[in-house]
């Protein structure tokens, strides 16, 4: 080999080597890195590990914190982790049960539980409940898989269920002998959630009403309750609901045969730790009887009082008009009956029903309806068939009864459910009909029929007596207008002989009269003391004529004769019946306080009061007016003298009065 050659092999030898050099530092920094880069790898694996193990450690103490047994296994059921209460649970140490196949451990068994089993297959949670010993456990189990869904192992929680169990147990058993309880009631039982849905009826409940009880749960049982007592009762159940109070309230159920029947309801709540209600107990009583019982006594209370009111109103009324309004007036307000109406029977030739009092919500019904006793479809209603009859006549249910047709859509739109026609009789024969109407069906009871035909031959009693009374206070007026009329012709007489003085007599009796009224007295004591001003000189008639009209002044003798004209007045009265003392006031006219009058010196009390009012009314009549001896002195001498006389010989209060009517009131005396 020559030179060259040999020369270019070592420059391509040493060109090689160094290549291989650049490579092997190339493959010692790559080595370098792969070291630094699997230290760094370690470093981080170690702090993952750490991490791992904080976490178990975590895991693990949460595991042991809870007090329900918690263990993990793998796909041949041997186990992998467990908790305290795992472990107290089986009763053995830890090392003893890792590894172990847990269904030989805790809870033991023949074979793997089911809920395991179903869990691992299906890869989801499943539950079932197992018994160890007297302990009852739920047993949850689920499995875990990695991302390639690979199973890798199964969580099992086991919770303690027996209290919970004997309490559903003790719970059941308590429901049992409660639904036993409740069908053996005579009480309809039911109970329902807290928010109103029923969902339990008893067999009484579904007797009565005869459907079967899943057709009246929920809500549909409020259908068999009476139409008008929904309303109340569904206002009653929310009103209990919001105020946490129990529920109580009275209703009305169809039976099956559709008859509807009054029940007392009562409801209870069962609460729970919290007080929150969990469920309502009630029962249904049956208190038809007593409502009808209290129906009774209410009509017959109604009845009493009305009966009572008209009795007052019976003692009272003076007027037949006011009368009958007043009765109808109480049957309204008093009895409480919707309307109220009297008629009085007519003979003319449509035998017509004139009504003459209504009291009550009547609104044009009397005018709308043609009410006659006439023996054809329109006296086929109580009010004419009780004319013709003289007998009580009821319609207890105007919207059924036949014979109401004419008059039951007038009837129903005012609400008038039933009425009663009651008549008014004088000796067998019927003069008039009290008619009375009630919001009710089936109103009238025997007991309120009986009290009520008290109060319409009261009402009967008390128009006749009226009429009675009406005629009597006719014959007084036309016995007193004659008696005035005989009194005035008696003081007339007086006058024909003593003209001088005409008019003196009817002039002092309104003087008297007015006095009497100034001072308040009664219109009859007025009337009495008029009678006896008229009269109260008519013993003049026995005293010469000569003397009375003599012009100049009366001689002892001749006085003297004057003065004995009130004896002679009351000898000439006394034996007539006036009812009234007016014969002692003519005879005490001038008598005086004092003693000094005539003629039998009377004093104080001693004379009547309307014999002072005549005195002091004979007084300022004759000295106002002229004698055959001497001119009119004038009012004015007339009051000066009575004032003068004030308490002494004439009556203060007589005196009072008669001053007032004159100087305060201008009273005038007739001319």
């Known amino acids: 080999m020559n030179g060259d050659a040999l020369q270019r092999e070592l420059v391509a030898a040493r060109a090689q080597i160094e290549h291989q050099q650049v490579e092997h530092r190339a493959a010692f920094r790559e080595l370098q890195d792969s070291r630094d880069a699997m230290l760094f790898m370690l470093e981080d694996l170690e702090i993952a590990r750490k991490k791992i193990e904080h976490s178990h450690q975590e895991w693990m103490a949460a595991l042991d914190v809870v007090n329900d047994p918690i263990f993990l296994h793998d796909k041949e059921f041997r186990i992998l982790r467990c908790n305290k209460a795992y472990q107290l649970c089986a009763g053995i140490p830890f090392h003893e049960i890792i590894g172990r196949i847990y269904y030989?451990?805790?809870?033991?068994?023949?074979?793997?539980?089911?809920?395991?089993?179903?869990?691992?297959?299906?890869?989801?949670?499943?539950?079932?409940?197992?018994?160890?010993?007297?302990?009852?456990?739920?047993?949850?189990?689920?499995?875990?898989?990695?991302?390639?869904?690979?199973?890798?192992?199964?969580?099992?929680?086991?919770?303690?269920?027996?209290?919970?169990?004997?309490?559903?147990?003790?719970?059941?058993?308590?429901?049992?002998?409660?639904?036993?309880?409740?069908?053996?009631?005579p009480q309809l039982v039911?109970?329902?959630?807290?928010?109103?849905?029923?969902?339990?009826?008893?067999?009484?409940?579904?007797?009565?009403?005869?459907?079967?009880?899943?057709?009246?749960?929920e809500y549909r049982w409020l259908e068999q309750l009476h139409p008008d007592d929904r309303p109340s009762t569904v206002a009653a159940w929310q009103a209990a609901s919001a105020s946490g109070e129990d529920f109580h309230v009275e209703f009305r159920i169809r039976r099956h045969d559709g008859v509807y029947r009054w029940f007392d309801t009562q409801a209870v709540r069962l609460r729970d730790e919290e007080g929150r209600t969990v469920k309502w107990f009630g029962s249904n009583t049956d208190i038809t009887n007593r409502k009808q019982h209290e129906l009774d006594i209410w009509r017959a209370n109604r009845a009493l009082r009305t009966l009572s009111a008209g009795n007052q109103t019976l003692i009272h009324s003076t007027d037949e008009q006011q009368l009958l309004q007043a009765m109808c007036s109480v049957a309204v307000e008093k009895g409480g009956y919707r309307m109220?109406?009297?008629?009085?029977?007519?003979?003319?030739?449509?035998?017509?029903?004139?009504?003459?009092?209504?009291?009550?919500?009547?609104?044009?019904?009397?005018?709308?309806?043609?009410?006659?006793?006439?023996?054809?479809?329109?006296?086929?209603?109580?009010t004419g068939r009780a004319v013709r009859t003289c007998a009580i006549q009821v319609a207890q249910d105007i919207a059924l009864d036949p014979?109401?047709?004419?008059?039951?859509?007038?009837?129903?739109?005012?609400?008038?459910?039933?009425?009663?026609?009651?008549?008014?009789?004088?000796?067998?024969?019927?003069f008039g009909v009290l008619s009375i109407y009630a919001a009710e069906a089936d109103s009238f009871d025997d007991d309120e029929i009986k009290l009520l035909k008290e109060m319409a031959s009261d009402l009967a009693f008390g128009i006749l007596t009226l009429r009675i009374k009406e005629a009597h206070r006719e014959h007084e007026q036309r016995l007193q207008k004659n008696m005035l009329q005989t009194v005035e012709a008696i003081a007339?007489?007086?006058?024909?002989?003593?003209?001088?003085?005409?008019?003196?007599?009817?002039?002092?009796?309104?003087?008297?009269?007015?006095?009497?009224?100034?001072?308040?007295l009664s219109e009859e004591m007025t009337q009495v003391i008029h009678l006896a001003g008229l009269v109260h000189d008519l013993g003049k008639i026995a005293i010469p004529a000569e003397i009375l009209s003599k012009p100049?002044?009366?001689?002892?003798?001749?006085?003297?004769?004057?003065?004995?004209?009130?004896?002679?007045?009351?000898?000439?009265?006394?034996?007539?019946?006036?009812?009234?003392?007016?014969?002692?006031?003519?005879?005490?006219?001038?008598?005086?306080?004092d003693g000094s009058g005539y003629p039998h010196s009377l004093k104080g009390d001693e004379i009547l009061l309307g014999a002072r009012i005549l005195c002091v009314a004979d007084v300022v009549e004759a000295m106002s007016s002229h004698r055959p001896y001497r001119p009119g002195l004038g009012v004015e001498a007339a009051m000066d003298e009575i004032k003068r006389g004030r308490g002494l010989i004439y009556d203060a209060k007589v005196v009072d009065a008669c001053v007032s009517l004159i100087k305060e009131q201008g009273y005038a005396i007739p001319a």
Request: glycine share 6%.
């Open 104 to 185: 030989e451990v805790f809870p033991k068994s023949s074979t793997p539980m089911a809920c395991c089993l179903r869990a691992m297959e299906k890869s989801e949670e499943d539950v079932e409940e197992v018994s160890a010993g007297e302990v009852i456990y739920s047993s949850r189990a689920f499995s875990i898989h990695d991302e390639q869904g690979v199973y890798l192992y199964s969580v099992h929680t086991l919770e303690d269920i027996t209290k919970r169990k004997r309490d559903i147990e003790a719970l059941r058993a308590s429901e049992r002998r409660f639904f036993q309880l409740a069908n053996s009631l």
């Open 190 to 217: 039911w109970t329902c959630q807290p928010d109103g849905p029923c969902d339990f009826l008893s067999q009484q409940w579904v007797n009565y009403t005869g459907i079967p009880e899943a057709e009246q749960l």
């Open 340 to 382: 109220a109406w009297v008629g009085f029977v007519e003979n003319d030739t449509e035998q017509s029903i004139r009504p003459v009092a209504q009291a009550g919500f009547e609104e044009g019904y009397l005018e709308n309806s043609l009410i006659t006793w006439v023996d054809n479809e329109h006296g086929q209603g109580p």
């Open 403 to 430: 014979k109401m047709t004419l008059w039951r859509t007038e009837a129903m739109k005012r609400g008038y459910a039933s009425s009663i026609a009651l008549p008014l009789l004088e000796q067998g024969r019927c």
């Open 492 to 520: 007339s007489i007086v006058e024909m002989r003593d003209p001088y003085t005409s008019g003196h007599q009817a002039r002092v009796a309104e003087v008297a009269r007015s006095i009497a009224h100034r001072m308040g």
């Open 552 to 593: 100049g002044r009366l001689n002892d003798i001749e006085y003297s004769l004057i003065k004995m004209h009130p004896q002679a007045g009351f000898d000439i009265l006394k034996d007539i019946d006036f009812s009234w003392p007016i014969a002692q006031m003519v005879l005490q006219h001038h008598e005086r306080l």
